[in-house]
């Protein structure tokens, strides 16, 4: 990686470029990534400030070493996944974006801010679909081909004043958003090559645009109190043309939309100078993805229009405090309940259908504490315990395509998949400064994570620590860094991910063993 900043005639300046490149833990993993950044920022007057944002990522070839079942993943969890080199299961991945924010004082009390943002993402997945599959003229592929160009806008304006002689702000604004996807795919062999691109099998153009408003207040009533108010209406459109249209694969062209008015407030108190204590509460709107809305269960073809948003309820109290100078905690509780949880369907074949599954719950505390110690010494320490859970019983499916007979009763109360229970994450870390050197002992903890609805297997509960040593110099203009670290101190075999409700039980995805990292940066100020 190299990078360059500054300012210049009155511009400041970041310009970043890096690589990077593994032949990975797992075979069939290797991966290039290649990150190109630039930020610029200038004042045209006193009362305005310009920034713009550029980046650039390209991954021509992310080899996907695809999940393992639970014998696989206890025989050799560095093994690829069943077909993955048949296949030459891999991602492609090319993403070019670009921003304008432009900020403006109007006057002692109102500014204005507007941000303008456009990008292209294009996206290729050959998946390891076995080509039999694919005879039936509902079938998608073997072979995912997306292009995205996407944009938006964005303009706020902020007015400051006083109500009973205290401060008051608002902030009113409104926000537009345009997705226009092509989305085709091909089957994923000619003859009896397999990985290629063949046959065209899907072919259609999607459109999502957002219209959002909204408005917030923010009002210091008296000198310990915080009072923040504000609601966004939001409306969500989406659109499908369907471009392949066949003897068996008929037309599914359609649209759909969203609409929702969504509520928020939270109040800080002071109780004393080193004590805040907070409650809020506020409503959510969760859209359907285009990728949640990709997919019908066979042999329907076309987006599942019917999904439905899910909607939520959120209410969290808390208190941040400091218990000494150099000691600072924070604790939490909160819950939230949700309405038409989106939730898989079925997952075969690399396609995951979504449906709407009634009611979830997710309540929990997060604790967390800070400290300085004497002698360069620090700890930090962080506990979550989350409890995301099924209120009502509905079924999932196994099999495609999915039938009333392939369905399975899931149990209100189930575990909600791909959540630990509980996590825990620490650290010890001692600096010496005279010699420039750093040092830090990490340890993290995860309950075991549910592989899906049934709850019928889970990845294993895990304990890894990490170290990590650092120097750093400064000779002249030059500041140097050196820098070692050691993940998975004990070489412990655990899933980093998981695959929820995988099909055909290839739910684990591990995680590396014992690594170590050793890098040099080099920085000149001129």
């Known amino acids: 990686g190299a990078k360059a900043s500054g300012e210049k005639s009155g511009v400041n300046y970041v310009v970043d470029a890096s690589e990077f490149s593994t032949d990975g833990y797992r075979a069939h993993s290797a991966v290039t990534r290649d990150t190109y950044n630039a930020k610029l920022s200038f004042k045209p007057d006193a009362a305005s400030k310009v920034t713009f944002v550029a980046n650039y990522t390209d991954m021509p070839e992310a080899q996907d070493a695809l999940g393992l079942d639970r014998t696989q993943f206890n025989a050799d969890p ?21 921003g304008l924010n432009y900020e403006r004082n109007l006057s002692a009390s109102d500014s204005l ?17 076995a080509t039999g599959a694919q005879g039936s003229a509902t079938s998608a592929g073997g072979i995912i081909d ?11 304006w902020t007015h400051r004043t006083t109500l009973a002689g205290e401060p008051l702000r608002f902030t009113g604004g409104v926000a537009y958003e345009n997705v226009d996807e092509q989305r085709r795919g091909f089957q994923n062999f000619v003859g009896s090559q397999l ?19 909204y408005l917030q207040a923010e009002w210091q009533p008296a000198k310990r109190w915080l009072v923040l108010a504000g609601v966004r ?14 003897a068996g694969n008929g ?3 359609g649209n759909t939309s969203y609409s929702a008015t969504n509520p928020v407030l939270g109040i800080t108190f002071k109780a004393a100078d080193a004590l805040n204590i907070y409650a809020s509460y506020g409503s959510g709107f969760e859209t359907p993805t285009l990728n949640e809305l990709s997919y019908r269960t066979s042999p329907a073809t076309g987006l599942n229009l019917g999904l439905r948003p899910a909607k939520s309820d959120h209410l969290e109290i808390g208190a941040k405090a400091y218990l000494a100078a150099d000691v600072q905690a924070t604790a939490a509780l909160f819950n939230i309940k ?6 898989v369907l079925t997952n075969t074949g690399g396609r995951s259908v979504f449906q709407n599954v009634g009611g979830t719950t997710r309540d929990g505390i997060e604790l967390s504490i800070d400290a300085r110690l004497p002698q360069g010494f620090g700890a930090y320490a962080a506990y979550t315990y989350l409890r995301a859970t099924y209120d009502s019983k509905f079924n999932t499916c196994f099999g495609s395509p999915c039938s009333l007979a392939q369905e399975v009763p899931v149990a209100a109360g ?3 998949p791909g959540i630990p229970r509980s996590t825990v994450y620490g650290e010890l870390t001692w600096k010496y400064a005279p010699a420039g050197f750093a040092s830090g002992l990490e340890l993290r903890h995860s309950a075991p994570v549910y592989v899906n609805d049934l709850n019928s297997d889970a990845a294993p509960a895990y304990t890894v620590a990490n170290v990590r040593f650092g120097f750093d110099q400064n000779a002249g203009g030059w500041h140097l860094k050196e820098f070692l670290r050691v993940d998975n101190l004990t070489d412990r075999k655990y899933a980093g991910s998981v695959i929820v409700n995988e099909g055909n039980s290839r739910f684990f995805e591990p995680a590396p063993g014992r690594t170590h990292l050793v890098g040099v940066s080099a920085a000149y100020n001129w």
Do not use: W
Not at 195 to 213: S, Y
Not at 234 to 243: E, L, P
Not at 338 to 343: K, L
């Open 338 to 343: 949700t309405h038409d949880e989106i939730a």
């Open 414 to 416: 189930n575990a909600i």
């Open 195 to 213: 990985g290629i691109f063949g046959a065209l099998r899907r072919n259609e153009d999607n459109r999502v645009f957002t219209f959002d408003q």
């Open 78 to 98: 560095r093994q690829a996944g069943t077909n993955a080199t048949t296949y030459n299961t891999r991602k492609r991945v090319e993403q070019t974006q670009g």
């Open 233 to 246: 209406n939001s409306s969500v459109k989406v659109s499908s043309v369907d471009h392949y249209i066949v």
């Open 113 to 129: 801010a507007a941000t303008f943002y456009y990008g292209r993402r294009g996206t290729t997945q050959f998946q390891a679909i």
């Open 146 to 156: 997306l292009i995205r160009n996407y944009g938006g806008l964005d303009t706020r």
């Open 251 to 253: 037309n599914d062209s």
